[in-house]
């Protein structure tokens, strides 16, 4: 029996950080071994958002999916390729475009929260979601063509995309009933991952400054992690704090330290016979020690500038097959063949 698909895609965000590593990369690296999998770069879907500043969008892809590799992504079992190269992608989305019905997308809360987040639209007032482009409002359609056209069965993804895996499902239902059964319904595969914080204690990401790079230099993780947020109440030395209140222990110490150490924090934070400084040393040793392995592929990674198009143009070939093969039976089914 051959192992079910699974799928999942990232948009160009370029240089990834610790979020990333400990909320989607670990995860990946450890489901390559058991699913046929793809992995793809959504350059189309950084285009809903991102229509105007498309100068970093390739740049982003190479520096993204360098450290996919540098993480452990391994280009022979996964299939790693890029969106836009994959034209069926497009032919099956506007495919898809003619059977979904709008108000499957008008209630999409991650659409209209991201819509809500930049400033596109004050509020879910029919009015105001009128102003989301058409593009925008219908990516969850775009996704479904992503998974779909490899008829994934898993999709890996954070709860935020949960709402798009169903659509998808719907979709799939929905063509597989007007026409006939070519797509599996596809689940999204929730893990249990850590919310990581940044810096400032707001969740990691790269638009708030706050991040610390899986590329960064040594010396720039230490000094970054030492200037971590931890509980406000250790205002001074002296004053005790709680690690529950700790965004550096919530996102790091737990991660990372082993039981002894975790005892020894929380007493040390709780009596205030710990300073911050030396007690985040303890989390920051293990961080430099996670990350070592992966700035030295990175490095090997950077020294073959060919290597990242190589492996794209790959997987790009790998890819097509299949989902030229799918859309030969889409087209057939439609009765466009
Ligand atoms: N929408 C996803 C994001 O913004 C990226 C994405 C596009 C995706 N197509 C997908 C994820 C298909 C999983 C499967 O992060
Ligand atoms: Fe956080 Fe450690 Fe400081 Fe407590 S002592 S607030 S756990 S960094």
Redesign the pocket.
């Known amino acids: 029996m051959s192992p079910p698909t699974l799928?999942?895609?990232?948009?160009p965000t370029g240089r990834l950080h610790l979020g990333h590593l400990h909320g989607t990369l670990k995860n990946w690296v450890k489901l390559q071994a058991d699913y046929r999998s793809f992995f793809f770069v959504?350059d189309w879907?950084a285009l809903t958002t991102a229509f105007e500043q498309t100068e970093g969008i390739a740049r982003s892809t190479r520096e993204m999916v360098a450290d996919w590799l540098a993480v452990g992504l391994d280009p022979e079992r996964s299939v790693i390729f890029r969106q836009s190269s994959i034209l069926e992608h497009a032919e099956l989305f506007l495919i898809f475009a003619m059977i979904t019905p709008t108000p499957w997308l008008l209630r999409n809360p991650t659409v209209k929260e991201q819509a809500r987040e930049l400033g596109l639209i004050a509020s879910d007032d029919d009015a105001e979601l009128a102003k989301i482009n058409f593009g925008h409002l219908g990516?969850p359609v775009?996704?479904a063509a992503?998974?779909l056209v490899y008829k994934a069965d898993k999709?890996p993804?954070g709860a935020d995309?949960v709402p798009?895996v169903e659509v998808t499902r719907e979709i799939a239902r929905r063509f597989n009933h007007l026409y006939r059964p070519v797509f599996p319904e596809p689940d999204a595969l929730l893990s249990e991952v850590p919310k990581i914080a940044g810096l400032d204690g707001r969740k990691m990401s790269k638009s708030y400054n706050n991040a610390v790079f899986l590329s960064e230099p040594p010396a720039d993780v230490e000094a970054k992690l030492s200037r971590m947020m931890t509980d406000p109440r250790r205002k001074r030395r002296t004053d005790p704090g709680d690690p529950a209140d700790c965004p550096a222990y919530q996102s790091f110490h737990k991660i990372y330290c082993t039981t002894d150490e975790l005892a020894e924090v929380d007493r040390g934070c709780k009596s205030a016979s710990i300073g911050c400084l030396d007690c985040k040393r303890i989390m920051i040793r293990h961080v430099l020690a996670d990350l070592e392995p992966i700035r030295e592929r990175r490095r090997e990674i950077d020294a073959r500038p060919a290597l990242v198009d190589a492996v794209l143009d790959d997987g790009n070939r790998r890819a097509r097959a299949v989902a030229s093969a799918t859309m030969g039976e889409v087209r057939a089914a439609v009765g466009l063949d």
């Open positions: 799928l999942s895609g990232f948009r959504a879907h990516y775009l996704q992503d998974i999709v993804v995309q798009h």
